[in-house]
């Protein structure tokens, strides 16, 4: 009971502090890449005194004409005469206390993530695995590793990490178990990559954000992301922007890696192939709540369109950006929330809009008592000047004019800021 009553506190608290979503449509455009990924180390809430007690945001009615005089004068002094929009609500009543366009639709950049968030978990639920499988061909004496879309499967674990990922060295001494049972010795090693469907590259994607390490190709079966991992530990640093050229090879090359450290001789380099045969071993991703967290908290882009893509394939369409896209209509509309149209699950594509009010009711939806099963989509939002892509600016920094926000704002920032 006290984890219910905790989670449901959280909640609250960041339906309370995350009521405003204001773009600016012209930036938005021009900057729409959120911070890259980093770790999801814990971070101490240093600033966050009482963060778990809901009681100070409903302490008294929030006054619409206060709350005007203080976005009236930013909104105004950002020289733009066109293309903001803003939507504020009071948490506990659902009383408008500000807007300005509130139904236009905008350029959501990560702030895409929300509504992926709360795709995934009403289409699966929070408590949904992905399984990273390898299949056995005995005529062949070769086995296969198949991806589903796992992008946290990583080669060795961190045990300083959350979530606490699947990794390829468990899945090795796995599978060298079952090979030595059923009397099987050298192996080849082939990789299937099939599970996703349709282009690697989003609509409405400018063709740097590869290059320069804000996301890699879509793929079924990669390891961190798709991010290097120079010294196998499984803890990527902030900061390492390098990525591999071909995800599914390089995630194959340390199965194999980690099947000779298991004792299996490996004949041979991997190659693509399709699986057959039986499956010998098999690893589980973190629940599906903890990847929402984690993709929410350090704003991991592949791990969004993955997600998007497992709800796809769970409400029978294409593992694909526009199978992911028809997935998100259909949840919105089953929710009733209009004005998200999405054409990639992340937030890079140019081509996505959501209006304010979509945001905001999306929020509301998630600390809903009768959705807990969403409850992850707010639980994951970063905490100003402690976690995630809040945790690693300045914006509520106590140099900042926005201190006073620090460990208390919960948020998915929409524009970078490094």
């Known amino acids: ?3 219910v009553r905790r989670v449901r506190g959280e909640a609250l608290l960041a339906l309370a502090l995350l009521n405003i979503f204001v773009l600016v449509a012209g930036f938005v455009v021009l900057d729409v890449i959120e911070a890259r990924p980093v770790p999801a180390e814990p971070t101490p809430v240093t600033d966050a005194e ?6 100070p945001a409903t302490s008294a009615p929030a006054d619409p004409d206060r709350i005007a005089d203080i976005l009236d004068d930013p909104m105004s002094g950002s020289g733009l005469e066109d293309g903001l ?7 506990v009543t659902g009383e408008t206390l500000f807007e300005l366009a509130p139904d236009t639709p905008v350029t959501p950049a990560s702030t895409t993530k929300i509504a992926t968030a709360v795709t995934v978990l009403a289409a699966v639920g929070p408590d949904h695995v992905v399984h990273t499988e390898v299949h056995l061909d005995p005529d062949r004496s070769r086995v296969v590793l198949r991806g589903a879309g796992d992008t946290t499967l990583s080669e060795t674990a961190d045990s300083a990490a959350y979530p606490q990922v699947a990794t390829l060295s468990g899945l090795a001494a796995n599978t060298a178990a079952a090979l030595a049972e059923l009397g099987v010795g050298s192996v080849s090693v082939g990789y299937d990559d099939s599970h996703f469907t349709g282009p690697p590259i989003g609509p409405g994607w400018k063709p740097n954000y590869v290059s320069e390490g804000s996301t890699s190709p879509i793929h079924a ?3 961190n992301s798709g991010q290097i991992d120079e010294d196998g530990s499984g803890a990527i640093e902030s900061g390492e922007d390098e990525r591999a ?3 599914p090879r390089y995630a194959a090359e340390a199965f194999a890696r980690q099947l000779e450290l298991a004792g299996v001789p490996v004949e041979g380099a991997p190659t693509e192939t399709a699986a057959s045969g039986d ?3 098999s690893v589980a991703s973190p629940p599906v709540s903890a990847l929402v967290e984690h993709m929410l908290l350090q704003s991991d882009n592949n791990l969004a369109e993955a997600l998007g893509r497992i709800a796809a394939e769970e409400l029978g369409e294409q593992t694909s950006f526009a199978g992911a896209a028809a997935a998100t209509a259909r949840v919105m509309a089953d929710l009733g929330v209009g004005g998200v149209d999405l054409s990639d699950n992340s937030g890079l594509s140019t081509l996505n809009r959501i209006s304010p009010r979509a945001l905001v009711e999306l929020v509301r939806i998630a600390a809903d008592p009768a959705h807990t099963d969403l409850n992850a989509a707010l639980t994951g939002l970063p905490t100003a000047n402690s976690t995630g892509t809040l945790g690693k600016n300045q914006r509520y920094s106590p140099s900042s004019s926005s201190h006073d926000g620090a460990g208390l704002v919960r948020a998915r920032p929409a524009l970078s800021t490094a």
């Open 50 to 55: 009482g963060v778990a007690a809901a009681e």
């Open 221 to 223: 079966l990669m390891l």
């Open 245 to 247: 050229t071909d995800p």
């Open 279 to 281: 499956v010998v071993a």
């Open 1 to 3: 009971m006290p984890r």
């Open 85 to 91: 929009s803003g939507y504020v609500v009071d948490a």
